[in-house]
């Protein structure tokens, strides 16, 4: 189990060798914005679950560390344009040529990106692969376009919360488990299970995210906390806040959220742990986290299938 | 040949049938952004391209007519999010809100328009045709960023300014020829010889667009005359007047270039028509449109030959 153990670092580590060396387009001012935002951190668990999920399927993890890559590349690509998207918040008061060229750069870097990895892709992955990465990055779009649309909606379901999860989050997870086990060489069985856990993986997976917006402090977290409110986002923890009913409480996030009250919103934040908020979502990522280790009961025993249930085992929070 | 005439119109008819009826994705906000900008106007040149490629080879165009669509989708793509790069220029003095929620969509409507395009060409075509897109768009938006790179720098050689239009321009249409090409059965020397006049015609329709910005009155130019000029960009009118070697000439251009002055664009205009800037780009027209007919060599006479030869022709400017 130490020499497993072992293996999967030397994994993770060749990944990180292919970001930081291997790892080039064509066009540098490219190449060097990418590098930047894989420097920046992440804890790349999106080709962890393409490298273990090649592995549950008993293939070579070794020979499909590219197609790793790639789906942490789709992830940064949109992250790019997440930062086009963001910049209305930080842009005035700046230069606005210096803004507006990053911006242009911006957009054309990630859209330059989705089309190197497409192009290495088609080049180098067989049928049906490229089909299913083009089809979750169309996912991942229609997700963040209902979210726009879904702003600011006090009335917004929990079930449209989760179609919108499903999206723009779990199915790049699951995209990244199911290529994984295709060129593993898993059986249709074992493609559909993985693609499963990766789909429950990625529900739990925003969840947890939605919560420490709220609860985690400024340095873990990297932005300020509460960023998601002040976006006027329907997150999992202020829509259970909002299921108990209480008619203040709506009233205060209305105004909030309207615009007609910037009150403080650390005490928006207290009022929705104190409604139960927090303890609801805790309870709603066990029970994604528990549907994604069931998802994996089709698989047989090994250090891989145990290494996917300890990251879906690492989502649940005290 | 006036019933091919006939035939002709059908087939375009038909490509237009299918963006105002049959496009649909499953996102109707995009849906929607997308049939605006088709229903604002285009000549629908690339998907020409593909299908008189494909009956150049032989082929049943109407068998191919979503490919030529997917052409021009890649284009409006490019629109939407040249768009959001342009909201610079036109956002000042309008509503912050509501213009970097246009931005935002309008991001997300590109990227899900190209995942979109991508997933139905790797569901329904073979390879290499979705490979031949993907570096396509690869190419597109390198090519974008050396214009971006370019802006302002007097110095930039033709070859350069050839090199980024081969990749922003041209190559969209020489893979609009290429894969109709391949899709209509085309033998590799047919292929090949088509994806070579999708390129030289690619950049003899720059050129043309970059003189019509400069010489069309605006009313039929859409926006107004020197567009170009006030965005900093090496056209080849530009190009031409400054290689006369008029110092005068240069250090306005720089002036102008560098901000120090915002004196009427139309002067400058005018210089470049005297110092032969206008006549030296419709030469360099004309080469670009001879080297496209030229391309054609291998193929055998046919309607659709003469065709492609008048598409090129059409683009010589008087």
Known sequence: MIDAVRDDADLYALVEEFFASTFSTDNPLITEAVRRMLAAGGKRLRPRVTLLATQACGGDATAHLYLAAYMELIHVATLIHDDVVDNAQT???????????????????GDYLFAWIFKNVTASYPAPVPHILSATLADICD????????????????????EIVEKKTASLFGASAECGAIMGGGTSAEVAALRGFGREYGIAFQMRDDLLDMTADERTLGKPVGNDLRERKMTIPLIHALNRGEAA?????GRFYDGR????AAEILASIGDLGGFDATRASIATYVQRAKAALAPMAESHAKNELQSLADALLVE
């Open 249 to 253: 409480f709506r009233g205060r996030i």
């Open 143 to 162: 997700g963040e376009v209902l979210q726009l649309r879904a702003l600011g909606d006090l009335d917004l379901p929990i079930e449209q919360y989760v």
């Open 91 to 109: 842009r005035r008061g700046v230069n606005a040529t210096a803004v507006d060229f990053g911006n242009r750069v911006s957009v054309l870097a």
């Open 261 to 264: 009250s910037d009150g403080p």
